[in-house]
């Protein structure tokens, strides 16, 4: 309910491209949901927590994608690894 | 006896720290003498060993005085530099509220934040040129259209441009430039996609029949940059014209015709 009142509406401004839909849902706990361009939902439950949590929370999902939270392979994804091509044991200076 | 020990030890460490951080710049500066860049970077590695003589400086003080002659020297010199590491040590908490403390700190991080753009055309086509940069602790071997994930950078938002300005090696098919430890003309552009946790990590410690079990949950903050641009090293251009193009194609027909 703070949260509503006191930085809810600074968190409209600051992200014009986001559409923000308040619900008022009885019998369910309080939650954040972020609907991601990728079709995905993700669901973040604020029951008992201070509005500078909740912001915390809200600007997370603003930050992030929708990708599935999986153990990265790698930390770099390339479509093009080599440029001067790659390296055998054929391969000479 | 303990003391002696815990002195060397020390020693040790100090060493240690010297042969890892003080020796690139001074290499970079002994083959280098005129360019500006390794003489910047020096400072800040010197600051940083100090700061770690600064913890070291309260054990020390009741100890032998045999191997004190050459802690003492260094001590002196790290006095004066102690008063402002402490100042920057207490303000790497707090807001950054004036922004040239923010290109300072983000400088550490060798990035350089360029401003948001929306209707920007930055996302070319594949450049047969890569690049290793460096951000934080980390080298990355780049190229155009290449995603990577960093730690957290902080000073900058989603959707931001930076700059990478820590650029080891330029590539290209027919041409290599190797920086001593830099390359001070290069520069790497890079867009902010997302500032995301990772996968959680349970840290899970046991020792067995001692009764000790305990269960941790670790998320790493992660940023993901995507590379949009490589500048200092000359592209082949592929130029797409129309008339060579037909001439060619009309030359293997006439040919084909003749036979």
């Known amino acids: 309910m703070a949260f509503m009142e006191s930085e809810l509406p600074t968190f409209k401004e600051k992200n014009p491209q986001l559409e923000v839909v308040t619900e008022l849902i009885r019998g369910q706990h309080p939650h954040l949901k972020g609907f991601y361009k990728n079709k995905n939902e993700r669901v973040v439950c604020v029951k008992n927590m201070t509005p500078e949590d909740i912001l915390l929370y809200a600007t997370r999902l603003r930050n992030a994608l929708g990708r599935k939270v999986v153990k990265l392979r790698t930390r770099h994804v390339t479509k093009h690894p080599s440029v001067q091509g790659t390296w055998t044991t054929d391969v000479k200076f | ?259």
């Not at chain 2, 720290?17 to 020796?23: A, E, G």
């Not at chain 2, 360019?35 to 054990?59: Q, V």
């Open chain 2, 1 to 259: 006896m303990a003391h002696r020990r815990c002195l060397l030890s020390l020693a040790r460490h100090a060493t240690a720290i010297i042969s890892q951080k003080k020796m690139p710049p001074l290499s970079a500066v002994e083959v280098l003498t005129r360019k500006p860049n390794p003489a910047i970077t020096i400072p800040n590695s010197e600051l940083s060993w100090f700061s770690f003589w600064s913890h070291s400086r309260h054990f020390s003080s009741s100890k032998s005085e045999d191997s004190e002659t050459e802690v003492e020297v260094e001590m002196e010199e790290a006095s004066d530099v102690e008063a402002e590491n402490d100042n920057a040590a207490s303000d790497l908490g707090r807001d950054y509220s004036p922004e040239e403390k923010e290109t300072e700190a983000v400088a550490i991080g060798y990035k350089v934040l360029g401003p948001l753009q929306r209707s920007d055309r930055v996302f070319k086509d594949y450049e047969p040129v890569f690049a290793v940069v460096q951000i934080g602790s980390h080298q990355f071997k780049v190229s155009n259209g290449d995603s990577i994930f960093t730690e957290r950078l902080k000073f900058c938002e989603v959707n931001d441009k930076l700059i990478l300005n820590k650029v080891l090696l330029l590539g290209s098919p027919t041409q290599t430039i190797i920086g001593r430890p830099i390359l001070p003309d290069a520069a790497v552009h890079a867009v902010v996609e997302e500032h995301a946790l990772d996968a959680k990590v349970i840290i899970f410690k046991k020792k067995r029949r001692k009764n000790y079990r305990r269960t941790k949950g670790h998320r790493q903050e992660l940023t993901k940059l995507r590379i949009t641009d490589i500048q200092g090293i000359e592209k082949q251009e592929i130029k797409t014209d129309g008339k060579p193009l037909k001439a060619a194609v009309k030359n293997p027909e006439k040919i084909a015709a003749a036979v």
